[in-house]
Nanobody
């Protein structure tokens, strides 16, 4: 069964950058769309970005468009989320997830496999 592990979170000042990584094990990511989601305290989990199985398409929520970039390296079984121009509103636990249907959606309900999350805190 596919397992996902996120890393790269931490504390960063407003305007700073972080790069999150999502590494898969026990299966190849080649045939999965991969999404990044985030959940802030007291809020619903929201889709941030996703990338289709063969990197044909990338998608972003309006809140991160132009600041975040998703990419994947199938040879390393890894998906990245480069986050620039961070603001305190980006503070959340960030999760990566895999969708075997390759639906290319930011809806959490399409994703079958989830990592445990990495904390991102944007604060001065």
């Amino acid at each position: 069964q596919l397992q996902l592990v996120e890393s790269g979170g931490g504390l960063v000042q407003p305007g700073g950058s972080l790069r999150l990584s999502c590494v898969a094990s026990r299966a190849t990511l080649d045939y999965y769309a991969i999404g990044w989601f985030r959940q802030a305290p007291g809020k619903e989990r929201e889709g941030v970005s996703c990338i289709s199985a063969r990197s044909v398409g990338t998608y972003y929520s309006d809140s991160v468009k132009g600041r975040f970039t998703i990419s994947r390296d199938n040879a390393k079984n890894t998906v990245y989320l480069q986050m620039n121009s961070l603001t305190p509103e980006d503070t959340a636990v960030y999760y990566c997830a895999a969708d075997p249907t390759n639906a290319r959606t930011l809806s959490r309900w399409s994703y079958s496999y989830w990592g445990q999350g990495t904390q991102v805190t944007v604060s001065s």
